[in-house]
């Protein structure tokens, strides 16, 4: 164990991970505002399924804490606040800012906060910098340093996790950019990649996401097309996937804390620089609109086949942004089941994973419990989870005259059902 003393702040899929991690190594304490998130690590429980009971208490030197007080004596601080985006789509910088103004409260000579959290390029220093120099008294690079290195999880993928990804370091000066550098080198068994400046970073960060935004977007694009045209758009996809170079993007709805969301980040930046930019903004606006298209499609179905959408009573399966994960920020499957209400059918909701008070707090989704006497006129196969995989456990509670919508994608071509 080493001098450092680590805080970090911020215990959601990204902050708890990264605590655990430095935890092995260094005295770090995990903080948050929520005092029941906190006593839930304590007692050895992430409820965001990231990290287990076992790795959670194995972190020997890490200690966890709500209160500032217990956080003064640190000398790094690291920031994982999330950074979503308000009704207009600007950026909500609200988190990020009040976790720079704990931390400039709390500044001493020497001190580094490295922030985690996805940015526009340019916010770190033009931003969160002056904030810890107003409140703390101090001069940037002089008195305390910065450094940003991006978070890369993705929630929910026990393949890829915090230690076999590849961290982006960088930092304020060229020695402190050796010092976040070798820092992350301590926890990541993938290795480091130090970059010339935080602008960078932050900027590296944020186009991972709009570029998968923008792929999805012309697949989704192209599924609209294919249905106008009566085509396959799922064994077109697998035809054109036998060519080595092509990639691999399913049609579907964008949601989540990322994907769904940086791409407002670079464009609102760019539009204060005079750029308009049109091709993000293009592929924003083709899956924001794709819950429309797939309600669309529904009802066309149902008329098809003499259902009465007012009379339907339709099983939505699956509430979470993405597969296997509970996480439901920003989850684009609210927005397929408040259509089909505004239309009147009556639309229940299963998830296994996800976390019923939370649904219901964020949503006003009551989630159901699964009964066999249950019998619906449509099945929507909304999110990927293992659990839903599972073809014949659901169908069984499919009238005889149905419809079964799969928009993950997760039965191929076995089945006759209708799909993206």
């Not at 008294?137 to 993705?154: H, Q, T």
């Not at 064994?235 to 054109?240: M, Y």
Request: charged share 25%; aromatic share 8%; glycine share 6%.
């Amino acid at each position: 164990m080493t001098k450092n003393k680590i805080v970090i702040i911020g215990l959601g899929y990204v902050g708890l991970p990264l605590a655990v991690e430095f935890g092995k190594i260094f005295n770090t304490i995990g903080f948050d505002i929520n005092k029941r998130r906190i006593k839930e690590l304590i007692a050895g429980n992430d409820t965001t399924k990231e990290i287990s009971k076992v790795d959670l208490l194995s972190s020997k030197y890490l200690n966890f804490t709500n209160h500032s007080i217990n956080i003064r004596k640190s000398n790094i601080y690291i920031i994982c606040v999330p950074t979503p985006i308000t009704k207009n789509k600007n950026p909500n910088l609200k988190y990020l800012f009040n976790a720079t103004k704990l931390v400039a409260r709390l500044l001493k000579k020497n001190d580094l906060i490295i922030y985690e959290s996805t940015v526009y390029p340019g916010l770190t220093e033009e931003e969160c910098v002056p904030i810890l120099e107003n409140i703390s008294g101090m001069k940037y690079n002089r008195d305390f340093f910065c450094g940003y290195s991006p978070e890369r999880i993705n929630p929910g993928d026990k393949k890829h996790g915090l230690t076999n990804i590849c961290k982006i370091t960088s930092g304020s000066t060229p020695k402190i950019a050796n010092k976040v550098n070798n820092l992350y080198k301590r926890v990541s068994k993938a290795g480091t990649y130090k970059v010339s400046s935080i602008k960078i970073a932050e900027a590296a960060k944020i186009i991972e996401n709009v570029q998968r935004d923008i792929n999805i977007a012309l697949i989704n694009e192209i599924a609209m097309v294919f249905d106008k045209m009566k085509i396959n758009t799922q064994e077109v996809l697998n035809a054109a996937g036998t060519k080595w170079n092509f990639l691999n993007f399913k049609p579907g709805l964008v949601g989540g804390h990322c994907i769904g969301i940086d791409p407002y980040y670079l464009t609102y930046q760019a539009k204060k620089f005079g750029v308009n930019p049109k091709v993000i903004l293009a592929g924003r606006s083709v899956n924001d609109n794709m819950s429309m298209f797939i309600v669309k499609k529904l009802l066309k179905e149902m008329k098809i086949k003499k259902i009465n959408i007012k009379k339907s009573k339709i099983l939505v399966l699956g509430m979470t942004f993405k597969e296997n994960c509970p996480d439901v920020r920003n989850s684009k499957v609210i927005e397929v089941v408040n259509l089909l209400k505004k239309r009147k059918a009556k639309v229940d909701v299963y998830d296994p994973i996800a976390n019923k008070l939370e649904v219901k707090s964020k949503y006003k989704i009551k989630l159901i419990n699964l009964n066999r006497n249950n019998k619906y006129d449509v099945l929507i196969f909304a999110v990927a989870h293992d659990e839903l995989k599972k073809f014949n456990k659901f169908q069984k509670f499919a009238k005889v005259k149905k419809i079964i919508f799969d928009i993950k994608h997760l039965f191929g071509t076995k089945y006759p059902i209708l799909k993206l």
